[in-house]
């Protein structure tokens, strides 16, 4: 995996190998594998074999070691962005990974090298990076706050609240709604 250098050099290295999907995407699927079903907390990371068989499904290797990396980056992540712990508690992810310059087509291109299980993890805290240098404030936790999903703000004016429009935006309208128009309640 590589990319075409310019200000992001271990880009390539945070698409996880996930096939089409950015390193963005997959960051904001890995944050979001806690979500609220029906009022009831769940996690797809919760144990072993679910685990597994999530990564397998974001380009990673699926076996039990980079499970433990994925889920322990991922409560930090979670953490980080809700501001509830300092980015540096991020550190311990990225230790042994290298990012390693190479020439292609003309341009220099980086590739990161990493054990196998710590791939996608030190991908996930790349992309946070990248995030947070070239759109900062553009991820947050959904404004909904029983909901336990994260955004990536796109629009222009950096304006969307929630993790979508249908699943929290409209169900908070139409609480507000309602309470505003039983004053008394
Ligand atoms: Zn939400």
């Known amino acids: ?29 890995l944050l979001n594998t806690t979500p609220v079903v029906d009022g009831v907390p769940t996690d797809e990371l919760a144990g072993p074999a679910r685990g597994r068989s999530w990564l397998a499904g974001q380009g990673g290797d699926g076996t039990e070691a980079e499970w433990r990396q994925v889920r322990a980056a991922r409560d930090v992540l979670q ?13 311990p992810f990225l230790a042994g990974a290298v990012s390693v310059p190479g020439l292609e087509g003309g341009r220099v291109s980086w590739t ?16 946070w990076d990248q995030l947070a240098r070239r759109r900062p404030g553009r991820l947050r936790p959904c404004a909904n706050d029983s909901c336990h999903l994260f ?24 609480r507000r709604h309602y309470q505003r128009s039983r004053p008394g309640a």
Request: with cysteine; glycine share 12%.
């Open 79 to 91: 953490a980080v962005v809700r501001g509830d712990r300092p980015a540096d508690d991020l550190a």
């Open 151 to 174: 955004l990536i703000d796109r629009t222009k004016g950096n304006t969307a609240r929630w993790c979508s429009m249908a699943a929290c935006g409209n169900r908070l309208k139409a």
């Open 112 to 127: 990161l090298q990493a054990a196998p299980d710590r791939r996608l993890a030190v991908g996930a805290v790349l992309a």
């Open 1 to 29: 995996m590589t990319t075409s250098g310019g200000a992001a050099p271990m880009t390539a290295a945070m698409t996880g190998g996930a096939p089409g999907g950015s390193a963005e995407d997959f960051l904001l699927a």
